[in-house]
């Protein structure tokens, strides 16, 4: 919530954000409505309806368009409260409903009673931008996978097979093994994977100056074998503000890293983890715990402590034993950027042997 200078609120509105048009509803002190309708979606027609009005509290549901929304409406002197839409059960377990009502529900709310709206925090423009930088580079590599798996799907349909390598050496590695019945087919697409290579070596060197440059903070995170400055940005990027946990490891269920509760007497069944948070930021976790735990991992308290999980058996150990890793590496994180600690790879032997 942003607070503005005005003490006591005389208007409330309420806004239901669409895509070409939004719908608004002001209620006066009394909770009765003085106005209602629709304007464009646009900055030019927001600020041509609220630059000239005196201080208001808008209320507003997060979304595509909340966080410009947000910025506008705060910069004409306004106080806005975002609403965790997930949050707002009012309006979702409404069998009718109508974006008029949903923009009276949310003035309604935000007047008698605004933490029911479960109001959130938008990221800064910086951490935006950097943020859609990043989010475009897992797009471009979302596109190279698909299309590796494509190329080789296909040779397989024909009765071939091609070698193993990596994304990066796939082009020129698999060129040779394609088929000639398939090269009409198959040889632009090598040449698009290729084009997407340099393009995601492009963001990479750009990540790494933003991490280094506008980030000094990831540089502590990196000590971390196996985080690398993607991983170490995204997670600065995500949390923002460490301070905004008293323990470390509350890191874990924000970024829904642990099991699912489903206790009911004396049954307590295994669960699968929430998924909460940020998906990104798990999959960038789990991919640094697998290199953690993996034949190249360097030898480490965290890495002895995931061995030992996944030596215990059973079917997927090793799956979920890289994500109890990324659990406790997302907690460690946390503590070294709070701290601003030199971290030690091999605590427990350093502490036995004192």
Request: with cysteine; hydrophobic share 40%; net charge positive.
């Amino acid at each position: 919530m942003h607070q503005s200078t005005v003490q006591i609120q005389k208007v409330v509105v309420g806004l239901d954000l669409g895509d070409r048009y939004t719908r608004f509803c002001a209620l006066d002190v009394d909770g009765e409505i003085i106005e209602e309708g629709r304007i464009v979606t646009t900055a030019k027609a927001l600020r041509r309806k609220f630059e000239e009005t005196e201080p208001m509290r808008v209320v507003f549901e997060v979304g595509t368009h909340s966080a410009w929304v947000d910025r506008l409406l705060c910069s004409l002197g306004h106080e806005t409260i975002v609403a965790n839409a997930g949050k707002v059960a009012l309006i979702y377990s409404n069998e009718r409903k109508h974006d008029q009502k949903d923009a009276r529900s949310l003035a309604e709310l935000g007047q008698f009673k605004p933490r029911l709206l479960h109001p959130i925090q938008h990221r800064s423009e910086d951490t935006l931008v950097a943020r859609g930088l990043i989010r475009s580079r897992d797009a471009l590599v979302r596109s190279r996978t698909q299309l590796i798996n494509h190329v080789r799907g296909i040779v397989k349909t024909s009765g071939g097979r091609l070698p193993s390598c990596s994304a990066e050496s796939f082009p020129r590695k698999v060129a040779l093994h394609i088929p000639g019945k398939l090269k009409e087919a198959l040889d632009p697409l090598l040449v698009f994977i290729a084009r997407l290579n340099r393009q995601i070596r492009s963001f990479d060197r750009r990540i790494e100056q933003i991490a280094s440059e506008q980030y000094p903070e990831t540089e502590v995170l990196r000590q971390v074998p196996g985080v690398g400055p993607l991983t170490a940005l995204w997670y600065i990027l995500t949390i923002e503000d460490p301070m905004r946990f008293t323990r470390s490891r509350d890191v874990g269920p924000y970024l829904g890293l642990v099991p699912r509760l489903d206790q009911s007497g004396e049954q307590n069944p295994q669960k699968r983890i929430t998924k909460a948070g940020d998906e990104l930021m798990r999959r960038l976790l789990v991919g640094s715990a697998h290199y953690i735990i993996g034949p190249f991992g360097p030898d480490t308290d965290l890495r002895r402590w995931g061995l030992r999980l996944a030596e215990r058996g059973g079917k997927n150990a090793k799956k979920r034993a890289a994500v109890a890793v990324a659990r406790k590496l997302a907690v460690l994180l946390h503590r070294l950027w709070v701290a601003g600690e030199v971290y030690e790879p091999l605590r427990e032997r350093i502490e036995v042997a004192a």
